[in-house]
Every structure is written in C-alpha cells, then in structure tokens.
C-alpha cells in the first residue's frame, strides 16, 4: 500500500480509501464490519463517511453509515489504525437531517449540530478530516466543475465562506476536528477558502473530494493547478463511474443488486456519448489483458495531483478486486491511447 500527505497535515492517507454509502441499504452491518475487517488488513487507514450517508438519502435510513462505522470501532478497538472523513451536508431541503426539521445550511449552528451528532454515533471524541459535503451557495451542476455552465440564482441568504470556515475553526479548536476538508467544489471555491484562511487567521482546508474517473477529468482543468500549488490533497470519489467502468451494465444488462438496478440514480454517467466511450474503455483494458475496475483505479491512482482514490463495494469480493489494482501499473502505450481518446471524446461524465 502507498502511503501520501495529507494537504500541509501531518496524515499520510493510503491512496485507497474505504467508501461506506452502501452501508445501511444495500449493506447489513455484518457485511460493512467484513470490508472495513478486510481494508484495515490491506493497509487501508482512512474510512468515507457523511451524516447523510447511505445514498439514496432518505429520512428513514439516515446516520446509519455512521452508526454502523461506530458499532465497528467499539467491537474491533481499532481507532488508532484508521483515520475517520465524514461530512456535514451542504444546503438542502433533507429536513429529516437537522433536530428540529429546518432545511441545512452551512452555518455554525448546523454545523456544530451535525459533528455533535457524527461525533457520537462513530463513538468516537475527534475527527480526522471534517468535510463540508457540497457548497451553501448554489452551483450551475452538483460537482461545482460542469462543462457547461449556467448562471444560477443567487440564494438570498446565502452563507458567506468565510463564515463557514470560521464554524469549522472553531471545532479545529475545540480539538473535535482535526483538519478540514471539501467536497463537491470548483477552483473558485478552493481560493476562496483559501483567501478566507489567510485573512481570518483560520484554518486551510487540506484536501477537496470531487468525483475523477476516465469519464470525467474536469478536474484536471483547474483545479488540478490550483490544488497542487496550495497543497490541497484529491480525494476523488466514483473511479468507476458507480459501476459502468467495471462493465457490468454493459449492453443494457441490470444485475440483481446494483445501484442502477435498484435506484435508477445513475443518470450523471449517461449523457451523451457516455455509453459509447465507456465501451471503448471497456475494450481497451480486454486488449491489453487488464480488469476493466483494476484499470480505471490504475489510472486515478496513477495521476500526479490524486493522493487517494475512495472505493465503494457491496462485497469482500468486490473490494479485492479494487484492490488488486494496487499491484497494476499501466504502460504507456495504455496511457497515451487514453489521452487521446479523452482528447477526441472530452468529459462525457462531468
């Protein structure tokens, strides 16, 4: 297992991460305990979380991937072998999230409501990386990087950043949190969080999730830069393109069990031409003898502003595989016919 920084942290972060939002809905408790049991033995020291975790959010289901991530910690005495992420929802109208049903917003308020309560269900007194989960503001695409842009509106009571950041330093210095994080944002985001650290004396956020895959490298136009000259650390989330990279809805196919099949929810890696270059992927990795899922977490891996790609699994079975890339190197060969085809083809998943 590689080991990476953190941001400017003190972390080394193993470049695979643990993700959890199955847990609770396609996951029982029993399952979720097996894969943790099986990371922690790869050499796998972070674990993803959010309080809405497991997606599809619903009110019924809520916390329970935090729940269930706790009950481990308390059974296997294991907190100083894994480093815990979790996330405080962004603005939204998931009620269900907050005591007293009000809609979320990125303020101290909610925020301290929401580590108060992640802080107890992973059983846990601090949190390593503390992540703002996507922005207060509204954004033209959820991700903040679309490729076509539209003008939003303007929220009339939009959350400042600095505001935020200044309810987050806050629980840096409470010593809940150790280091924060955020997820879902755009290079306009990053400076500003940044600018707002500086100026405020607050912390810097040391690291962003956004989603990276073969379908979608938007991150590489500018924040790729950005976070590599401010040391802000990728964590990319849907490698495999929530599944379409591994090849099994290949041909319209729908197998018991998996997300499209029971959610239907996949629609971000089915626009157009998102078919056509996924099976183009999906035949370069047979012609050169690779596992389609072990070569498109190679290729994330592999990238120079990537310091840990999150896997997401329903099985032991599943997760060995993921794991497997860690012994796949790519050649160059590999590497330049999928720049080219990234060239021709564009982010047809952004």
């Given at each position: 297992?590689?080991?990476?920084?953190?941001?400017?942290?003190?972390?080394?972060?193993?470049?695979?991460?643990?993700?959890?939002?199955?847990?609770?809905?396609?996951?029982?408790?029993?399952?979720?305990?097996?894969?943790?049991?099986?990371?922690?033995?790869?050499?796998?020291?972070?674990?993803?979380?959010?309080?809405?975790?497991?997606?599809?959010?619903?009110?019924?289901?809520?916390?329970?991937?935090?729940?269930?991530?706790?009950?481990?910690?308390?059974?296997?005495?294991?907190?100083?072998?894994?480093?815990?992420?979790?996330?405080?929802?962004?603005?939204?109208?998931?009620?269900?999230?907050?005591?007293?049903?009000?809609?979320?917003?990125?303020?101290?308020?909610?925020?301290?409501?929401?580590?108060?309560?992640?802080?107890?269900?992973?059983?846990?007194?601090?949190?390593?990386?503390?992540?703002?989960?996507?922005?207060?503001?509204n954004v033209s695409q959820f991700g903040s990087n679309p490729t076509v842009y539209s003008e939003p509106?303007?929220?009339?009571?939009?959350?400042?950043?600095?505001?935020?950041?200044?309810?987050?330093?806050?629980?840096?210095?409470?010593?809940?949190?150790?280091?924060?994080?955020?997820?879902?944002?755009?290079?306009?985001?990053?400076?500003?969080?940044?600018?707002?650290?500086e100026m405020h004396g607050l912390p810097r956020v040391a690291s962003i999730q956004n989603a990276y895959?073969?379908?979608?490298?938007?991150?590489?136009?500018?924040?790729?830069?950005?976070?590599?000259?401010?040391?802000?650390?990728?964590?990319?989330?849907?490698?495999?393109?929530?599944?379409?990279?591994?090849?099994?809805?290949?041909?319209?196919?729908?197998?018991?069990?998996?997300?499209?099949?029971?959610?239907?929810?996949?629609?971000?890696?089915?626009?157009?031409?998102?078919?056509?270059?996924?099976?183009?992927?999906?035949?370069?990795?047979?012609?050169?003898?690779?596992?389609?899922?072990?070569?498109?977490?190679?290729?994330?891996?592999?990238?120079?502003?990537?310091?840990?790609?999150?896997?997401?699994?329903?099985?032991?079975?599943?997760?060995?595989?993921?794991?497997?890339?860690?012994?796949?190197t790519l050649p160059e060969e590999l590497l330049t016919r999928i720049d080219t085809l990234h060239r021709?083809?564009?982010?047809?998943?952004?």
């Amino acid at each position: 297992m590689d080991y990476r920084k953190l941001g400017r942290t003190d972390l080394a972060v193993s470049v695979l991460t643990l993700g959890t939002m199955t847990w609770g809905r396609q996951n029982t408790p029993d399952e979720a305990f097996a894969q943790m049991d099986r990371a922690v033995d790869a050499g796998i020291n972070m674990f993803d979380n959010a309080e809405m975790y497991p997606v599809p959010p619903a009110a019924e289901t809520r916390f329970r991937c935090e729940e269930i991530m706790g009950d481990w910690f308390a059974s296997r005495k294991a907190r100083d072998k894994v480093m815990i992420a979790t996330k405080v929802a962004g603005r939204s109208q998931m009620t269900w999230l907050r005591e007293d049903g009000h809609a979320p917003k990125l303020v101290a308020r909610d925020i301290n409501e929401a580590v108060d309560g992640s802080l107890r269900r992973l059983k846990t007194d601090y949190i390593d990386l503390y992540q703002v989960h996507w922005p207060d503001r509204n954004v033209s695409q959820f991700g903040s990087n679309p490729t076509v842009y539209s003008e939003p509106d303007k929220a009339a009571d939009e959350t400042p950043i600095a505001e935020t950041l200044e309810a987050l330093g806050a629980l840096v210095k409470a010593g809940k949190v150790r280091h924060i994080g955020l997820s879902n944002e755009s290079t306009w985001g990053v400076m500003k969080y940044l600018h707002a650290a500086e100026m405020h004396g607050l912390p810097r956020v040391a690291s962003i999730q956004n989603a990276y895959s073969l379908l979608n490298r938007t991150f590489e136009v500018n924040l790729a830069e950005a976070c590599t000259r401010e040391d802000v650390s990728l964590l990319c989330y849907s490698a495999l393109a929530q599944g379409y990279l591994t090849g099994k809805y290949r041909n319209g196919a729908l197998p018991e069990g998996a997300r499209k099949t029971l959610f239907n929810r996949l629609q971000r890696y089915e626009g157009p031409g998102a078919t056509e270059l996924n099976d183009t992927y999906l035949d370069l990795a047979a012609e050169f003898g690779l596992d389609p899922a072990q070569m498109a977490i190679a290729f994330a891996a592999s990238r120079p502003f990537m310091t840990s790609v999150i896997i997401g699994q329903t099985s032991v079975e599943q997760l060995d595989t993921v794991l497997g890339s860690l012994d796949v190197t790519l050649p160059e060969e590999l590497l330049t016919r999928i720049d080219t085809l990234h060239r021709a083809r564009g982010n047809v998943a952004p």
